[in-house]
């Protein structure tokens, strides 16, 4: 499995900046992709960004030009880096990552989910 713990997560004024990081550790071949994802009271679990092995990257339509993702391969981290904060970026932020593992006598693609770590956006 992949074990992933985010951290960077907490409280800044509107226009600020954060930076998250999700490290992955764990039992797996390889890693095809990480993801960001948040979840604000009430709502639904949205995608922030993404980044594949590759190094194409994705993001919401809420955060582009905004948000940046990041991968260092080397030391199996990925990286948020948040700009231009505004209060509707308030949530609890989580990393995904798609995983080949091994699942009896052979390989599966699976999804992994970190604790989360909350950012809060003040105005």
Do not use: H
Not at 105 to 113: E, H, M, N, P
């Amino acid at each position: 499995q992949v074990e992933l713990v985010e951290s960077g997560g907490g409280w800044v004024q509107a226009g600020g900046s954060l930076t998250l990081s999700c490290a992955a550790s764990g039992s797996y071949f390889s890693i095809n992709a990480i993801e960001w994802w948040r979840q604000a009271p009430g709502k639904q679990r949205e995608l922030v960004a993404g980044i594949r092995s590759s190094g194409s990257t994705n993001y919401g339509d809420s955060v582009k030009g905004r948000f940046a993702i990041s991968r260092d391969n080397a030391a199996n981290t990925v990286y948020l880096q948040m700009n231009s904060l505004k209060p509707e970026d308030t949530a609890v932020y989580y990393c995904n990552a798609e995983a080949v593992v091994r699942v009896g006598l052979g390989t599966d693609v699976r999804d992994f989910w970190g604790q989360g770590t909350q950012v809060t956006v003040s105005s």
